[in-house]
T-cell receptor
Framework: LAKTTQPISMDSYEGQEVNITCSHN???????ITWYQQFPSQGPRFIIQ???TKVTNEVASLFIPADRKSSTLSLPRVSLSDTAVYYC??????????FGTGTRLQVFP | EAGVAQSPRYKIIEKRQSVAFWCNPI?????LYWYQQILGQGPKLLIQ????????DSQLPKDRFSAERLKGVDSTLKIQPAKLEDSAVYLC???????????????FGPGTRLTVL
């Protein structure tokens, strides 16, 4: 199972773009990269998943370089409600998801 | 679509007592997971069911924790006897198929916050 490394915390201001990078040097060929968001007193919530290049949905973009050894979650124009912990997970179909400590994002007015 | 339901939301017990948590997954989801989340840490998988069979329970402390998923739908997680270090949030999640791979996202319930005194 690929181990991931993320910054422990990040600060931003409302309206800014936030990029959270995750390192996964030993990612396997069949592994996908998934990001979850967790608010206090709630369970994690799926944000986005990708395998290579770029994936975009209504809330975020995921950038994955050709070597797939890292990935970047991009949150455009964050608001106060984006203050949360963000987890990067790497795994293959059938692999159990292993959550790290995540990145605590604090958005200021 | 209804989400994953868990009860109770909060529970306070004394050490050496027993406690049980209940989870009702999203209808049609074959896979069910129980996680333990200690304050400041990410969720740790305790047990994973595929329908009513156990797929992975390698991190379940089997001397005190047990879980079952009768009829492949609802599930209960029990701790007996509880220790102080069991204080945590217990999260239940479900997915349409096994986690990982395209589209197999997990849907989490709100969790049960357990405090052991």
């Amino acid at each position: 199972l690929a181990k991931t490394t993320q910054p422990i915390s990040m600060d931003s201001y409302e309206g800014q773009e936030v990029n959270i990078t995750c390192s996964h040097n030993n990612i396997a060929t069949n592994d996908y990269i998934t990001w979850y968001q967790q608010f206090p007193s709630q369970g994690p919530r799926f944000i986005i998943q990708g395998y290579k290049t770029k994936v975009t949905n209504e809330v975020a973009s995921l950038f994955i370089p050709a070597d797939r050894k890292s990935s970047t979650l991009s949150l455009p124009r964050v608001s106060l409600s984006d203050t949360a912990v963000y987890y990067c997970l790497v795994g293959d179909r059938g692999d159990k998801l292993i959550f790290g400590t995540g990145t605590r994002l604090q958005v200021f007015p | 679509e209804a989400g994953v339901a868990q009860s109770p939301r909060y529970k306070i017990i004394e050490k050496r007592q027993s406690v049980a948590f209940w989870c009702n997954p999203i209808s049609g989801h074959a896979t069910l997971y129980w996680y333990q989340q200690i304050l400041g840490q990410g969720p740790k998988l305790l047990i994973q069911f595929q329908n009513n069979g156990v797929v992975d329970d390698s991190q379940l402390p089997k001397d005190r924790f047990s879980a079952e998923r009768l009829k492949g739908v609802d599930s209960t997680l029990k701790i007996q006897p509880a220790k102080l270090e069991d204080s945590a949030v217990y999260l239940c999640a479900s997915s349409f198929t096994l986690a990982g791979g395209r589209g197999n996202e997990q849907f989490f319930g709100p969790g049960t916050r357990l405090t052991v005194l």
